[in-house]
């Protein structure tokens, strides 16, 4: 396993409480595999993925418990300036707003070349023109002329590709990409998405695809991990999660999209909102909204039940989701 | 025929680009909007599609009179709304009503609740006497499925999708027969997105409304819309049922931003053509000559940049018939089907 994420809890110190944001959280992703995690806003799912990173705020974030083994190492457990030497080189992230992870005030060249003097010592000579490179590679057009630009000299679309270059630069092992198209239109979106599954392919890194977009998992995904209020309730294989969902959540998610392919009568709705996290509801956290919700599920919390060598789902009554 | 509730005939909206302070020169326009044509019907949906920058949010906001058109026409039971003004306008105005993308920033954050939703009667006394207007909001947040308790209570004390319900709720207040929606569930998240598309759809049918819906998910437009209109740079270039343009497409551009929506469904994955169009939309300070979609499309030739394709049934379908015989602005339409077919593979069956 390239990444190994084991029971992470993080916390946040808020006005109202404590807003336990992950709640023994465990994935693992493998070289060249994409692990698609979903979910809502407020399901941990980018917290889960800060800490891997290693650039979670603390405070107001607290990690509570947990490892985060990558290649076997716990980066937990590694000194800051330890942490950062991991950061960019072998782990990289790619953010939903490219426009407001760049630095306005810099060039994009200067931004890419970065990479190269802090991690590698180059000249900023050599730097640039592996900025070049990269841009070049990304499939921006007019690289050359183009590296002397400032980031709102370009559109969305090639901002993304500046940010995917970025991440890139120094070949990393796995890249965490935090709903990198949500804030692109569907054309450019392919654009991007299919770059960026080229590029893994390429170099075999792992990807950690996080979106609330059910599309984009089935087009790219692996493997799936459904989070819901700091949980993973349902993690499988992808064409299995999309035939059979294993959880009720799961399957309201899919229950509940407008589909492209027919017009479709009223749409299935989960009732009510997603939980407040200072108060998570007793049991399964999601009994409140669910249809099967019986009372053994507003005492006792799920375990992730094994529903097949490759699949676990937090229900108490997976078998009888399965079937219906 | 019954006359059409709202008609817009060469709609556009130029925004003019000066150089200069005392003699201020016109150098150029951003020609937002192009020359768009549709109508609506009493009690149908008509979606409209397109990426950003492509003018639909501009069309929104010319339709409630919130932007004034450069030229054009926007007719309202056949009266041209475009030039009233005065009494007149503010008549019309009560029966054409806007609902907002942001849930966040379109609520006066230190208004209450009832406020929000009253105000609409302070502008419109007519609609509703004084003692009444309390009973009146609290029936409207009954409506839209909030506890009608929650009148003095503040935005942010609600969440997204409740926020985006008061929007609805003030959007109703005065019983208008045309709403029109500006992506009004992209800010939402999808357990929440279709709670609030299940209550539109069954406000249209309580109310007797015309919705005119836009979105850039074309999901969710084919899911509400009766008829669809793709824009693409300031003007229609599709136009049809939904059927028409979602199953029997004939313009490259339809085609393209279909084949580019991912579909929740992995086994679609390989067999599906994708259409990945290249480079960026042109500005709209500078169209291009001829087809405005020519720059990016695969089958564009010399004719595509010398002529300008009209909205009308392409002769190649005129006399067929059929679901491809919808108007398209190409000079080479040709049907294509680029979503997978229904039932497919996938998931089905109801929820447990």
Same mark, same amino acid.
């Given at each position: 396993?390239?990444?190994?994420?084991?029971?992470?809890?993080?916390?946040?110190?808020?006005?109202?409480?404590?807003?336990?944001?992950?709640?023994?959280?465990?994935?693992?992703?493998?070289?060249?595999?994409?692990?698609?995690?979903?979910?809502?806003?407020?399901?941990?799912?980018?917290?889960?993925?800060?800490?891997?990173?290693?650039?979670?705020?603390?405070?107001?974030?607290?990690?509570?418990?947990?490892?985060?083994?990558?290649?076997?190492?716990?980066?937990?457990?590694?000194?800051?300036?330890?942490?950062?030497?991991?950061?960019?080189?072998?782990?990289?992230?790619?953010?939903?707003?490219?426009?407001?992870?760049?630095?306005?005030?810099?060039?994009?060249?200067?931004?890419?070349?970065?990479?190269?003097?802090?991690?590698?010592?180059?000249?900023?000579?050599?730097?640039?023109?592996?900025?070049?490179?990269?841009?070049?590679?990304?499939?921006?057009?007019?690289?050359?002329?183009?590296?002397?630009?400032? +980031?709102?000299?370009?559109?969305?679309?090639?901002?993304?590709?500046?940010? $995917?270059?970025?991440?890139?630069?120094?070949?990393?092992?796995?890249?965490?990409?935090?709903?990198?198209?949500?804030?692109?239109?569907?054309?450019?979106?392919?654009?991007?998405?299919?770059?960026?599954?080229?590029?893994?392919?390429?170099?075999?890194?792992?990807?950690?695809? $996080?979106?609330?977009?059910?599309?984009?998992?089935?087009?790219?995904?692996?493997?799936?991990?459904?989070?819901?209020?700091?949980?993973?309730?349902?993690?499988?294989?992808? %064409?299995?999660?999309?035939?059979?969902?294993?959880?009720?959540?799961?399957?309201?998610?899919?229950?509940?999209?407008?589909?492209?392919?027919?017009?479709?009568?009223?749409?299935?709705?989960?009732?009510?909102? +997603?939980?407040?996290?200072?108060? $998570?509801?007793?049991?399964? +956290?999601?009994?409140?909204?669910?249809?099967?919700?019986?009372?053994?599920?507003?005492?006792?919390?799920?375990?992730?039940?094994?529903?097949?060598?490759?699949?676990?789902?937090?229900? %108490?009554?997976?078998?009888?989701?399965?079937?219906? | 025929?019954?006359?059409?509730?709202?008609?817009?005939?060469?709609?556009?909206?130029?925004?003019?680009?000066?150089?200069?302070?005392?003699?201020?020169?016109?150098?150029?326009?951003?020609?937002?909007?192009?020359?768009?044509?549709?109508?609506?019907?009493?009690?149908?949906?008509?979606?409209?599609?397109?990426?950003?920058?492509?003018?639909?949010?501009?069309?929104?906001?010319?339709?409630?009179?919130?932007?004034?058109?450069?030229?054009?026409?926007?007719?309202?039971?056949?009266?041209?709304?475009? !030039?009233?003004?005065?009494?007149?306008?503010?008549?019309?105005?009560?029966?054409?009503?806007?609902?907002?993308?942001? &849930?966040?920033?379109?609520?006066?954050?230190?208004?209450?609740?009832?406020?929000?939703?009253?105000?609409?009667?302070?502008?419109? &006394?007519?609609?509703?006497?004084?003692?009444?207007?309390?009973?009146?909001?609290?029936?409207? @947040?009954?409506?839209?499925?909030?506890?009608?308790?929650?009148?003095?209570?503040?935005?942010?004390?609600?969440?997204?999708?409740?926020?985006?319900?008061?929007?609805?709720?003030?959007?109703?207040?005065?019983?208008?027969?045309?709403?029109?929606?500006?992506?009004?569930?992209?800010? @939402?998240?999808?357990?929440?997105?279709?709670?609030?598309?299940?209550?539109?759809?069954?406000?249209?049918?309580?109310?007797?409304?015309?919705?005119?819906?836009?979105?850039?998910?074309?999901?969710?437009?084919?899911?509400?819309?009766?008829?669809?209109?793709?824009?693409?740079?300031?003007?229609?270039?599709?136009?049809?049922?939904?059927?028409?343009?979602?199953?029997?497409?004939?313009?490259?551009?339809?085609?393209?931003?279909?084949?580019?929506?991912?579909?929740?469904?992995?086994?679609?994955?390989?067999?599906?053509?994708?259409?990945?169009?290249?480079?960026?939309?042109?500005?709209?300070?500078?169209? &291009?000559?001829?087809?405005?979609?020519?720059?990016?499309?695969?089958?564009?030739?010399? !004719?595509?940049?010398?002529?300008?394709?009209?909205?009308?049934?392409?002769?190649?379908?005129?006399?067929?018939?059929?679901?491809?015989?919808?108007?398209?602005?190409?000079?080479?339409?040709?049907?294509?089907?680029?979503?997978?077919?229904?039932?497919?593979?996938?998931?089905?069956?109801?929820?447990?």
């Amino acid at each position: 396993m390239l990444l190994e994420v084991r029971d992470l809890h993080v916390e946040f110190h808020t006005r109202d409480g404590v807003a336990r944001a992950v709640n023994g959280v465990s994935y693992g992703v493998d070289a060249g595999e994409t692990l698609a995690v979903l979910g809502e806003s407020g399901s941990g799912k980018s917290v889960t993925a800060q800490t891997v990173m290693g650039i979670l705020d603390t405070p107001p974030g607290r990690i509570t418990g947990g490892e985060v083994l990558f290649e076997g190492r716990d980066l937990l457990k590694l000194k800051e300036e330890q942490r950062r030497k991991v950061r960019g080189a072998e782990m990289a992230m790619i953010f939903q707003d490219a426009l407001s992870s760049l630095n306005p005030v810099l060039t994009v060249g200067d931004q890419l070349g970065e990479m190269f003097t802090v991690h590698r010592g180059m000249s900023r000579k050599d730097a640039r023109a592996r900025a070049v490179e990269l841009m070049d590679r990304v499939r921006i057009p007019g690289a050359r002329e183009r590296v002397k630009q400032y +980031p709102h000299q370009f559109s969305g679309g090639m901002r993304q590709r500046i940010m $995917i270059a970025m991440a890139m630069a120094l070949e990393p092992k796995l890249i965490i990409a935090d709903e990198p198209t949500t804030a692109l239109d569907v054309t450019v979106q392919a654009q991007v998405m299919e770059l960026l599954a080229e590029l893994q392919r390429e170099l075999r890194m792992g990807l950690i695809l $996080i979106t609330h977009d059910l599309g984009v998992v089935a087009d790219v995904a692996d493997r799936i991990a459904v989070m819901y209020a700091g949980r993973i309730v349902e993690t499988a294989p992808v %064409h299995d999660i999309y035939q059979a969902p294993a959880h009720p959540y799961t399957r309201g998610l899919l229950e509940s999209i407008p589909r492209l392919d027919h017009k479709g009568r009223e749409l299935y709705a989960i009732k009510g909102l +997603p939980p407040n996290l200072t108060r $998570i509801p007793s049991g399964c +956290p999601f009994h409140p909204r669910c249809p099967m919700a019986r009372d053994v599920c507003r005492t006792d919390v799920p375990p992730l039940y094994e529903v097949s060598p490759r699949r676990g789902s937090a229900c %108490h009554f997976f078998r009888e989701c399965l079937d219906a | 025929m019954p006359e059409p509730i709202l008609e817009v005939r060469g709609l556009v909206k130029h925004y003019p680009l000066t150089r200069g302070i005392l003699l201020r020169k016109q150098i150029g326009a951003v020609k937002a909007v192009d020359g768009v044509d549709f109508h609506l019907d009493r009690g149908e949906t008509l979606g409209i599609v397109g990426e950003s920058g492509c003018g639909k949010s501009t069309v929104a906001k010319m339709l409630v009179n919130l932007e004034r058109p450069t030229a054009g026409e926007i007719r309202y039971k056949g009266e041209d709304i475009t !030039r009233l003004s005065g009494k007149a306008l503010k008549a019309v105005r009560r029966n054409i009503q806007m609902v907002f993308q942001d &849930p966040y920033t379109s609520l006066n954050p230190r208004m209450t609740v009832g406020d929000i939703i009253g105000e609409a009667y302070d502008i419109h &006394p007519e609609a509703a006497p004084k003692g009444d207007r309390r009973r009146r909001v609290r029936e409207l @947040l009954d409506v839209v499925g909030l506890n009608p308790e929650y009148l003095n209570r503040y935005p942010h004390q609600f969440s997204g999708g409740q926020r985006q319900r008061i929007g609805i709720a003030r959007g109703l207040a005065l019983r208008p027969e045309i709403i029109v929606a500006d992506e009004p569930v992209s800010a @939402l998240d999808v357990s929440v997105q279709a709670q609030v598309i299940n209550l539109l759809d069954r406000l249209q049918k309580e109310f007797d409304l015309s919705y005119v819906f836009i979105a850039h998910d074309l999901s969710i437009v084919r899911h509400i819309s009766d008829r669809v209109g793709v824009m693409y740079l300031g003007r229609i270039v599709e136009t049809g049922t939904d059927t028409e343009i979602y199953d029997h497409p004939t313009h490259p551009y339809t085609q393209a931003l279909l084949s580019a929506v991912p579909v929740p469904d992995p086994e679609a994955r390989e067999d599906r053509e994708r259409i990945i169009l290249a480079g960026d939309v042109p500005s709209p300070t500078n169209i &291009p000559s001829g087809c405005r979609f020519r720059t990016r499309c695969w089958k564009a030739r010399e !004719r595509c940049a010398l002529e300008v394709p009209a909205l009308a049934v392409p002769a190649a379908f005129r006399d067929e018939g059929g679901p491809a015989a919808h108007d398209s602005a190409c000079h080479f339409a040709e049907e294509k089907r680029v979503v997978p077919a229904e039932g497919s593979g996938g998931h089905g069956g109801g929820p447990g």
